[in-house]
């Protein structure tokens, strides 16, 4: 059941709020235009350091072995990343031959959900009404349900154990004849589960210390926690295995469960309850990869282009150049555009902000701050995008003066349309032309 909580604010704590939010507003403004500004000149140095880093750009056609040619070059090559180095998760005994050794923990918790709804009164009050909700769910860390609102979910989340998340890399990667540094080998993506096989006697004493923290949280014996029929699968979660996973290698003690590179904590893996957690082992293995980066020595380092900028990447499987600078170049048109819309959306609630206060004081008559929200939101919205394609146009006239002229006009033309009677003119002007065009009658005979 859904758990409803009401507040009222008064008028005059409302008032006293919206003062705030002026100050937010000049807050937000001034930071959505350092924010344009930033973006703009982001774009640029990372165009500019793409084509450098382009233009220097040579084929390696083979990684595996060394030439004095390559050496201080900037390279595209693609060769396999290997490793000779065996990781190990000492706390679960797992060893592998593999670049990257991972294991990913999750908890089954009730998890709160709240949706608001707000109401002017006459008045100027406001009537708050929340609805909170409560789902059983995978998360990435316990939740504390003391904070909860419902009284009934209050202290309902426990979990049988914690473990730590862990990532434990390769130091040594190999790509034919040269070594990978640290931030190339962070970014092979080539993960696989790791088929488990742990220690029976690490498996025994886990099930046991499990069974002791069950008894000790559900007041029951071990025994009869075991013989307890096991808690019916929630709404939200059909299966504690996701389906990719290969339920082979198996092993099932009363609380601690193996399949394929899932640890399982609780008494049933497809029949989660609360306190159940889950331990999933992947591993990145050796796979071909195509480097991006300036020979230095047997290893490599990033290119510094003219402006400063560094560069290297590595993708998965092999590239050429023209798609990895393609690739590049497309991602860094779409971070301009997305921080250019967040820049601008910034803008506009922060020109929202600074109505506030008049908002809130015909917030007495609820129809009256309506009327005036709604005309400041169209005000906000058309003067927030002027202002933002002047910053960026300003900032473009900064960095490359011929498009930021472009931008400046197109903004010149909205406020001149928005503000200077532009929309009349324009239907004169159409109207006119109209009129010209039109063929004179022919005369009656």
């Not at 930071?31 to 982001?42: F, H, K, P, S």
């Not at 992947?282 to 560069?311: H, I, W």
Request: include cysteine; aromatic fraction near 10%; hydrophobic fraction near 40%.
């Amino acid at each position: 059941m859904a758990y409803t909580e009401k507040t009222t604010t008064g008028y005059g704590t409302r008032v006293g709020n919206s003062l705030k939010a002026v100050l937010v507003g000049f807050v937000l403004i001034i930071g959505a235009t350092i924010l344009l500004w930033w973006n703009e000149g982001r774009a640029v140095k990372t165009a500019d350091m793409l084509e450098d880093a382009q233009g220097a750009c040579v084929e390696m056609p083979n990684p595996d072995k060394k030439s004095a040619e390559f050496e201080g070059e900037l390279v595209c090559a693609t060769a396999m990343a290997n490793t000779d180095e065996t990781l190990t998760d000492t706390q679960f005994g797992i060893s592998e031959n593999a670049i990257s050794l991972s294991r990913k923990v999750e908890y089954y918790q009730w998890v709160e959900h709240s949706e608001s709804e707000s109401e002017d009164k006459l008045g100027g009050k406001q009537e708050t009404t929340t609805t909170y909700t409560y789902t059983q769910e995978w998360v990435s860390s316990p939740v504390n349900s003391g904070d909860f609102k419902d009284p009934a979910y209050k202290g309902k989340n426990y979990t049988w154990t914690t473990v730590e998340d862990q990532d434990v890399w390769a130091e040594k990667v190999t790509f034919g004849a040269y070594v990978l540094n640290e931030s190339l080998i962070h970014s092979i993506s080539s993960s696989e589960a790791i088929e488990l096989n742990i220690n029976e006697n690490i498996l025994a004493s886990q099930n046991q210390s499990i069974a002791d923290t069950y008894a000790r949280i559900k007041g029951v014996s071990t025994t009869a926690a075991q013989t307890e029929p096991a808690a019916a699968t929630a709404d939200s979660v059909k299966t504690a295995l996701p389906d990719s996973i290969k339920q082979d290698n198996k092993v099932d003690l009363e609380y601690v469960h193996q399949a394929g590179n899932v640890l399982y904590y609780g008494r049933s893996m497809n029949a989660p309850e609360i306190g159940d957690v889950r331990i999933t082992f992947e591993k990145t293995v050796p796979a071909k990869v195509t480097v991006v980066s300036q020979v230095d020595g047997n290893t490599f380092k990033p290119f510094v282009a003219k402006n400063k900028k560094k560069f290297q990447t590595l993708r998965m499987g092999k590239k050429t150049i023209d798609e990895i600078f393609e690739e590049e170049n497309e991602a860094n048109s779409m971070w301009t555009w997305i921080l250019r819309i967040v820049g601008t959306l910034l803008v506009i609630s922060g020109i929202k902000s600074l109505f506030s206060f008049v908002e809130t004081l015909l917030k007495v008559v609820p129809f009256l701050s309506s009327l005036f929200a709604f005309g400041v939101g169209i005000v906000a919205t058309i003067i927030g995008i002027v202002y933002s394609l002047i910053v960026i146009a300003l900032a473009w006239i900064f960095y490359r003066p011929v498009l930021g002229i472009i931008l400046l006009l197109i903004a010149g033309f909205l406020v001149w349309v928005f503000a200077f009677n532009g929309k009349k003119k324009l239907a004169e002007l159409a109207n006119k032309n109209k009129g010209d065009a039109e063929p004179e009658a022919a005369p009656a005979e």
